[in-house]
Nanobody, 117 residues
Framework: QVQLVESGGGLEQPGGSLRLSCAAS????????MGWYRQAPGKEREMVAT???????RYADSVKGRFTISRDTAKNTVYLQMNTLKLEDTAVYYC???????????WGQGTQVTVSS
């Protein structure tokens, strides 16, 4: 089991930037898969960015070229750098972790990102 705590959300104008952080309660060096999903009001939760075995990155088409996922194993933290924010990026962003390829996803509590002029 792993606990995840997100931070860094807030209100930003279109074109601005935010960086989300996801701090894990254990070493992330051996965690199989971590990443970010988001859920906007009235919509299903969708994948935003993932990092698998620390070597494979995957992004939703809607954020490619704007968002970057990274991790710092010394701090047991995964980041989501969000640049050139758009109104449609407004959502609650959730961090998750899969300890192994077979395990369930563990979720953080979510952090609100609001993009508005």
């Amino acid at each position: 089991q792993v606990q995840l705590v997100e931070s860094g959300g807030g209100l930003e104008q279109p074109g601005g930037s935010l960086r989300l952080s996801c701090a894990a309660s254990q070493s992330i060096g051996n965690i199989y898969d971590m990443g970010w999903y988001r859920q906007a009001p009235g919509k299903e939760r969708e994948m935003v960015a993932t990092i698998t075995k620390g070597t494979t990155w995957r992004y939703a088409d809607s954020v490619k070229g704007r968002f970057t996922i990274s991790r710092d194993t010394a701090k047991n933290t995964v980041y989501l750098q969000m640049n050139t924010l758009k109104l449609e990026d407004t959502a609650v962003y959730y961090c998750y972790a899969k300890l192994t390829i077979w395990s369930q996803r563990y979720w953080g509590q979510g952090t609100q990102v609001t993009v508005s002029s």
